[in-house]
C-alpha cells in the first residue's frame, strides 16, 4: 500500500504564488508516475501536471506558463509551483502515484484547497 499526503494549499491573493507538496510513503513500493490534479465546484478533475513513467512531463497546455512540476527522487516526493495565480485556480488539488507494489496501482493523496482571491 501506498500513502500520498499533500501540504502546502491555502488561501492566496491573485497574483500570488504557492508551492504544493506530495510525499509518498509505504513499504516495497515502486513509483511510475507522479502528479497533480485539481477538481473545483461543479467541475471534473482535471490534470494539472505530471511525470510520465518515461520520466517526461505533462502539462495541463493552458497552465504551462505558471505552473512547474519538480520531484526529489530521493524523498519520493513530487513538488508543484503555481505562480500569478488567478481566481479560476481556486480548487482542491489532490496528488497521485502510480506505483507497483504487489501489482500496479493508482493511489490518490486526501487532496489541498488552494483558494485563490481576486
Known amino acids: 500500500q501506498v500513502q500520498l499526503v499533500e501540504s502546502g494549499g491555502g488561501l492566496v491573493q491573485a497574483g500570488g504564488s504557492l508551492r504544493l507538496s506530495c510525499t509518498a510513503s509505504?513499504?516495497?513500493?515502486?513509483?511510475?508516475?507522479m502528479g497533480w490534479y485539481r477538481q473545483a465546484p461543479t467541475f471534473q478533475r482535471e490534470l494539472v501536471a505530471s511525470?510520465?513513467?518515461?520520466?517526461?512531463?505533462n502539462y495541463a497546455g493552458s497552465l504551462k506558463d505558471r505552473f512547474t512540476i519538480s520531484r526529489d527522487n530521493t524523498k519520493n516526493t513530487v513538488y508543484l509551483q503555481m505562480n500569478n495565480l488567478k481566481s479560476e485556480d481556486t480548487a482542491v488539488y489532490y496528488c497521485?502515484?502510480?506505483?507497483?507494489?504487489?501489482?500496479?496501482?493508482?493511489?490518490w493523496g486526501q487532496g489541498t484547497q488552494v483558494t485563490v482571491s481576486s
Open positions: 509505504g513499504s516495497g513500493f515502486t513509483i511510475k508516475s
Open positions: 497521485y502515484a502510480i506505483a507497483f507494489t504487489t501489482y500496479k496501482g493508482m493511489y
Open positions: 511525470f510520465t513513467e518515461d520520466g517526461g512531463t
